[in-house]
């Protein structure tokens, strides 16, 4: 049976929520990364899940 494309969510996956917890601290795994860092680069980058990895992949490459 085929997805019903009417059915939608809100949720914006391409996005981090930088107020939630687990979605920072996956992040901050999922790159190596502390917390603290990850909210540094939401504060200074925004919230763009594509440009946030590019980011974190450039940090980690220091």
Known sequence: MADDKRKRDFRDRDRVAGDEEYEVGYFASKFGLTIPEVRELIKKH???????EREAERLGKR
């Open 46 to 52: 925004g919230n763009s899940r594509e440009t946030l």
